[in-house]
Every structure is written in C-alpha cells, then in structure tokens.
C-alpha cells in the first residue's frame, strides 16, 4: 500500500491499498455469542467496512497462487474509494521459549516504545519482524528492524534495552532474571529488505 499521510506518526499511520499490484479480499473478523471466532467469508475491496478489522487475503495476478498472509489490519478510512488501512498485528503470533508468552500486539508495543527513543535523531523504524533463537543457549528474542536512516551503535544499543523491558508478560520477565532467556537481540537489515520480501511472495509463480 501507499502512505498517503506521511506527516502522521508511525504509531497512526495508515496505507492506501493499491489494486494494480494484486487481487485483495479480506476476510471479517469477529466472535460470536460463545466469544469464540467465527468463521467468516472473504470480501471484496469494495466490501470493507469502516473500522471494522480483517485478515488480509491476495491472488497473485501471475500465477493466481491465493496467500493468506495473517496480517490483521484494520479500515481507518478510504482515499479515492480505496480504503486505508492501518496495521493491527499477525494473526496466531506468539513468542515463546520458556513459559513466556507474547503475542504480535505485545510486540508491537515494545517497538512501539523503543523506536520513541529514534524521533530526536528524526528516525523511524519503517517495518519490523521477529523470531526466537532456541540454538543459543539461553534461547532470545531476535528483533528485526528496517529504519530510514543511520543510528549509532549507542542508540541501537539504548532501543535494544527498551525493547526487553518493554515484554512485561511475567513469565518472560521471570525468565529473564532467572537467566533462563537470554538478552534480547536487536538486528538491522539493509533499506528495502521488506519490501523485497514482499515481492518475492507476491511474484511466486509469475515466472
């Protein structure tokens, strides 16, 4: 999608979806009177509802291969009769090693904060992504980060920090001072890295 309001900040900021680069459907989220979810069927573009959230779903134009991609994003509003949407978080996400558990929105927040620690040196953390390192001993966090510019190791270092006191989940905070998960770890990938991923599942079966 595309940023049409560049001037909000990360936390607000919502992508216009761009049809020409693939099939979109979206598919309704919600519980039913059990509170359990219900199982709902894709809609259309033009079928999304204002404020309501979705899990996205896209058709390659290519090679028509569907993906069910389980990012959960939210329509804060439309421009030019495409909605806007705002990212929520992965569906089924959870970061565990011991007894800990945090999910996507847990770890949103986390970057969330720590990337605070980037707007004096008019950074900003562009996308993110993580996973666990169970090989190490203790197993950590592995935070991936795409920034807009160049930090210094002491910053980096400084938003690492953050990051781990941010999961206040109490089994991970418990596991941290017994040692039995390591400190976490902060990587930064080359600009553009997502949006290459991107086009490399986008494109599947184009060829």
């Known amino acids: 999608g595309v940023n049409v309001n560049p001037k909000l900040p990360p936390e607000l900021v919502t992508y216009a979806v761009l049809p020409i680069i693939a099939y979109f459907e979206f598919i309704p989220l919600g519980e039913n009177l059990n509170g359990m979810e219900k199982a709902n069927s894709p809609v ?3 079928e999304v509802k204002l404020g309501e959230e979705y899990e996205i779903l896209i058709t390659n134009f290519a090679g028509l291969y569907r993906y069910r991609l389980g990012d959960v994003v939210k329509v804060k509003g ?3 009769g495409t909605p806007e949407l705002q990212f929520v978080c992965r569906r089924n996400l959870l970061l565990s090693i011991n007894i800990d558990k945090n999910t996507e929105k847990d770890l949103q927040l986390a970057v969330e904060a720590a990337s605070k620690r980037l707007v004096d040196e008019k950074l900003e953390v562009v996308d993110f992504t993580s996973q666990v390192n169970v090989s190490a001993d203790p197993g950590h966090y592995v935070i991936f980060w795409e920034l807009s510019g160049e930090a210094t ?10 990051l781990d006191s941010s999961f206040i989940d109490a089994g991970y905070v418990s596991s941290r001072k017994v040692n039995a998960i390591g400190a976490l770890e902060l990587r930064i990938v080359k600009r553009g890295t997502f949006h290459k991923i991107l086009d490399h599942f986008v494109g599947l079966g184009g060829a």
């Open 44 to 46: 259309g573009l033009t």
């Open 153 to 162: 190791d002491e910053m980096l270092q400084d938003c690492c920090n953050c």
């Open 78 to 80: 439309f421009h030019n």
